[in-house]
């Protein structure tokens, strides 16, 4: 496994995987890896001759300082693991490497970024959009591998890749749940035992609205029930819960089972705030 810091490191691998004909495949992660980075790997592993796996926290989509901060750093620990996994390469940047000036560009991704997550953490996504750039641009995948927990970031990449015509096959690859349903993120080692306890209700929660949903109930009804349910927690608070077209994030006001659903959930237990969804299939 070569551990590497900038382009000009990568360049001459690239250059080499380029003259045999190689499909790149890149993991971008912030690190403080867990089953569900590593379910991304597995299939870079099996949809790619050469894997990277980017380790770096971006600044430039918190719009919380106190939460980049706390951000878990796992490094020696990660590297453990992509060693275990026979990861190709590991992509290491510093921030003076990826931003050795601040960013003037922004990116507007229109109604996508106005809504749920775009709505509640206000930038978020215009660096997430500037960081998947440099690494597409830097690394030069052919394919790249992304996790459907965060589904609105997905659905930020496709247009990114689309309206800037990055020549890469995005794959999306399926929620990695622990066994009593909670959505694996690198944040939930900062949970208390309370805390992770109550930490099911989001899961809870969107199992719940969509058996309702199928069995005919209406969605504000259904949102309601939700709200008590977060009401009943002492540690759980509802930052949103609605339903959405996975792609466009329209969100309905109704229920119609001819449509393509997803429900989103936001929710802080304490300070830590978690996203989950699911898909609903009639």
Known sequence: MHVIQTGADWNKYWLDSLKNNKII?????????????LDLIRKARLRSDIVV?????????????????KYPTTLE??????????????FLPNTDTMYPEKPSLSINFGELERVLEGAFRPGHFNGVGIVVSKLFNIIKPHKA???????QQT???????????????LEIVSTRRAEDGLALS?????????ERKQSLVLYASL????????????????????NR?????????????????????????????SQKSSICVAAYLGDIRLIDNLPIIP
Do not use: C
């Not at 796996?53 to 901060?69: A, K, L, M, R, Y």
């Not at 591998?145 to 589904?151: E, R, S, T, V």
């Open 25 to 37: 495949g890149l993991v971008p992660t912030m690190g403080a890896l867990h089953e569900g980075h």
């Open 53 to 69: 796996v980017s380790i770096f926290v971006n600044p430039t989509q918190f719009n919380n300082q106190e939460d980049f901060e």
């Open 77 to 90: 620990a990660d590297l453990a693991k992509l060693r275990e996994e026979k990861t190709d390469f590991v």
């Open 145 to 151: 591998f992304f996790g459907q927990k965060d589904l």
């Open 155 to 169: 659905a930020i990449i496709k247009q990114l890749v689309k309206d800037l015509s990055f020549d890469i096959e």
């Open 186 to 194: 690198s944040r939930n080692v900062r949970l208390s035992a309370e």
């Open 207 to 226: 199992i719940q609205a969509s058996e309702e949903l199928l069995n005919g109930r209406s969605w504000l009804q259904v949102q309601n029930q939700i």
């Open 229 to 257: 349910n977060f009401e009943e927690m002492s540690l759980a608070r509802l930052e949103y819960f609605e339903l959405i077209h996975p792609e466009s994030f329209h969100r309905y006001k109704e229920f119609d089972s």
